[in-house]
């Protein structure tokens, strides 16, 4: 054999010239790969900013008004805005400075002036008879019933509310000198009317769709069930001060009642005898003697006190949301129907406030902390985007997805470590060459299912047969475990040609196979189909989905363990055998604190995937977002409701973001998870790696 030696001063440029090319793409290829990540990032936080930025608030120039007459209401349409003063005259008045139209005299002129809850109907008090009015989006004003005011038999009414029940037909309660009365009538000029046994009310506020009325009476607030004919008192509460005025916020379910001491927030709760009044929040610094109005659309109401400050509140927060000192002297006040605009007046003037408050709700704690949303029974975390009924105010709590995401997580990891790392020890250590020639590749192999077949399988397959055999199920740990315990005492009795190497498999497999079948079959003769006999069990639950999780997860899991255990240097293991270790003292002492690095990065990858899971779990579970529940109850995790939710989600709304927050705590997760294992695995290389050269 002949030896060709190198020279010393052997130069190549054509090998320097590749290696630099091959060095610089692998490096821009790293550098380009971090920048996509960040870029990544930065988009995910863009998208996600804007929901925590503060509401803001921009004053525009003043208008002067024709029309000196203090107003009895005002209306705030957008672009237009109108305006009935205590003369009669009703107007349209452009807010953007142009001339505005004649006036619409009223005769006799009004002396009050109350609006429906969708403000697009008044109701005028002329010198105690009634008139409907409506004024136009196209600035033209309407009267539903006739432009002539109609009387009530009982005399001329002196406080009043209305509500719209549906197009075409209004109800009205009014308080004249026989008492109080309540008239529903509409545009087929058929009207009913009855009587409520409450002589002289306060206070008078009816429900959008005129079912309930509320009526005070000093600090007594009594809530009247309005039927077709009749009106049934529903309750009574005490209330602690005279109230000043009372309001409903949009969709008629929660009652604001402002007092002395601030504005209260009540709504219904289900109890043993119905639903019944609850007090909810008292507001913080929305005290004093204030003007308060309510948004349109949102939950979300102002108060501006007599010396200028303005204060907006949200239904969901303790406090206010935008505090701001303007000029004294407001005297009306009425948001657009957007609630980005606000409309104020001063005497013989026009303000408009431009308003930046896009999502009101939204705030960090209200991602975690709980809410006591309208009709629940106490506060919980909720995650309900779509509102079903109540479409005024979507839920955004993140507890039960990230609940979900880690139950499911670690269930699944913890089904699948003792399996993969079982696996992986016996066929890196115990098993014949030959055999781990064919195992490692099939088991690997697993790991090329895709996820969606494997939960299309658990959804439709594995679901019914687990809760036929749900009792078997629950038996199959201890039933196998005590199993393997057998077979390691009698394996020593067993002949000597079948205590040869890799023989052993081949009575084991079959053994545990039986095993399998006769715990999942004979519970079944004694409790078939135990999972009815659970009062809150679910045939899609989170046992179902750990099961089929933990299956997808084995083959990553083995995969990594076993290269860990095998490349642990092999004359460290045959010191150990040489030393009179038995091979199961060598494996535990010595080959696996080598591979621990590897292993706890195994894990950290498999739990890295299974929090990252998406159609597994969309398929395996109910996808019902609970923050509660045990094992046989539904869940939802974050990327399967990012993956449910996304198609439906309005672009740029509060519902887009949240989804995109989501995604930006599942990167955060894992490449906190990553580090940490990261930073952990590389201890634990350089602890083992000094106890080999100490050795």
Known sequence: MSVNHIPVQFSDRKRRAVDRLTRRLITGCGVAILLLMLLLFCWLIGVVLPLFSAPGLKIADSQQLWDRAPALAIGNQGRVGWRISEQGAARFIPLDGQPAEPAL??????AEVVRSADGQTLLLNMQGALTLLQPSAGEQWHFPLGDKPFHLPEGAVTKMALATRHPGQWRIAALTDAG???????????????SLPQPQPDLLALSPAGDLLYTTEGNLLRVWQLDEDRALLRETQTLPQRPQSLHLLVGGKSLLI????????????????G???QRIRTFADSGGESLLITEPQRQVFATLSRQGMLRLFASKQDGPILQRQLAPGIVQAQFSPRGDSLLIERAGSWQTLRLDNPWPDVTWRNFWQKIWYENYPKPDWVWQSTAAGDSFQAKFSLIPMVAGTLKAASLALLFATPLALAAAMYTAWFMAPGLRRWVKPAIEMMGALPSVVVGLIAGIWLAPHIGQALVGVLLLPLTLAGTLLLCGVFSARLPARWRQPGREIMILLPLLLLVTLLTLWLPTLFIPDAGDWLPHYEQRNLLVAALAMGFALVPLIFTLSEDALFSVP??????????????????????????SAGIFAALMIGLGRAVGETMIVL????????????????????????????PEAAAGSAHYRVLFLS???LLLFTLVINTVAELIR????QRYSQQEEQA
């Open 105 to 110: 005299a009223l005769s006799p002129p009004p």
């Open 180 to 194: 109080l009365r309540v008239l529903t009538l509409g545009t087929d000029r058929q009207a009913a009317i009855f």
């Open 258 to 273: 402002q007092d002395q001491s601030g504005v209260t927030q009540w709504f219904a709760i289900a109890s043993a005898q």
């Open 275 to 277: 639903p019944r009044l």
């Open 570 to 595: 092999a004359a460290l293991g045959q010191g150990s055998l040489a030393l009179g270790a038995t091979p199961w003292q060598t494996l535990t002492r010595v080959v696996l604190p080598g591979a």
């Open 619 to 646: 398929m395996a579970t109910g996808n019902t977002p609970q923050s509660e529940g045990g094992l046989f109850s539904g869940l939802r995790a974050l990327s399967a409701n990012i993956a449910i939710e996304m």
């Open 663 to 665: 995604a930006l705590m």
């Open 682 to 685: 590389q201890r634990l290389r």
